[in-house]
């Protein structure tokens, strides 16, 4: 399966591109429509999973066009065999936007989405948002125009159509959250992230989970980056508690060695990419055992540099 993505990798074939982001539409509205799939429920924008249907979760931060990282990661979870196993692989969003194989990358994911399925989870991030919320500057467009010319442009549309299919969280009932940005500051149920699009833009739900970071203090601040807030220990304690869960894995922030830990220990952000723009020293994604997660201080030891 990998020798030949990586053969179509090289050519970019408008028309394929064109026809995988068509499936993966239609892989998508599949799974709203059934609700439930091998494993895997949906609720809306929301979903989830219990640890008896799903043993094993990997989860992978942002990109940013970073292919070669991207690669090394498939490799080592061995992909291939992911079909076979009550897993699933959660990418927590933010696939191109800053980085040179941009292309590259939205090409593999939706290739692999087709294959796997809803073995494949993509999320929503800030650089897949909507027109009021999408991050500044925003380079995706021109890597599009660049190879196609016209037609490019015309085809970045359509990915922004289907960037609105995309989940906001994924969630192991009893186990964990995984979304882009941060828990919403007035999100009391997993309800209330659910259909946070839906309601948006009367309430910031959406806008909050694409853009929240975790920081030290107690309460709410706004953000330093003009969207979305910051959230503290007492928001995170809350919502775990309120929702029997154990631990919060986000992205959103780069990290010098691939990943940090917040709110003691109980939001982990990751970070899938090397090098450029953001110049961190190490990757990191997350392989997890959900029978062997009984704490959030279990979580580190299924943190995985490259």
């Known amino acids: 399966m990998m020798e030949k993505l990586l053969q179509e990798l090289q050519t970019l074939d408008l028309n394929r ?40 979760c990997i989860i992978i931060g942002d990109i940013h066009g970073d292919l070669d990282t991207l690669l090394e990661i498939a490799e080592r979870i061995d992909i291939e065999k992911i079909k ?15 980085g040179e194989k941009s292309l590259e990358v939205y090409y593999l ?11 494949i989870v993509l999320l929503r991030g800030n650089h897949e948002g909507p027109d009021d919320l999408l991050a500044q500057p925003h380079d995706l467009p021109l890597f599009f125009i660049e190879r196609y010319g016209q ?14 299919k995309f989940y906001l969280a994924f969630v192991v009932l009893n186990k964990l959250i995984a979304l882009h940005g941060g828990i919403p500051s007035n999100a009391l149920s997993l309800e209330d992230i659910a259909i946070a699009r839906k309601i948006h833009p009367k309430k910031r739900l959406l806008e909050e989970i694409l853009w929240n970071d975790p920081m030290d203090e ?6 330093y980056r003009g969207a979305g807030k910051l ?5 995170t304690e809350n919502f775990l508690k309120r929702n029997n869960l154990l631990v919060v ?47 959030h201080e279990d979580i580190s030891k299924f943190i995985i540099n490259i």
Do not use: M
């Open 17 to 56: 591109f064109n026809e995988l982001l068509q499936e993966v539409s239609n892989q998508l509205e599949k799974e709203r429509l059934l609700k439930k799939l091998d494993g895997l429920f949906v609720n809306e924008d929301l979903v989830y999973c219990t640890s008896s249907s799903i043993e094993r």
């Open 84 to 98: 076979e196993q009550k897993a699933v692989v959660v990418f927590l969003g933010d696939y191109g936007d800053r």
């Open 109 to 119: 994911l939706f290739k692999l989405k087709t294959i796997l399925k809803e073995k």
């Open 151 to 164: 037609e490019g442009y015309t085809f970045y549309l359509r990915i922004k159509k289907l960037f609105e």
């Open 218 to 223: 107690y309460g709410i601040r706004e953000s």
């Open 231 to 235: 959230f503290g220990p007492d928001i």
């Open 249 to 295: 894995i986000r992205g959103h922030e780069p990290a010098r060695f691939g990943y940090f830990l917040s709110h003691n220990g109980k939001v982990v952000t990751v970070f899938s990419r090397k090098g450029a723009p953001y110049f961190n020293e190490k990757a990191a994604y997350l392989d997890i055992n959900l029978n062997k997660l009984d704490s």
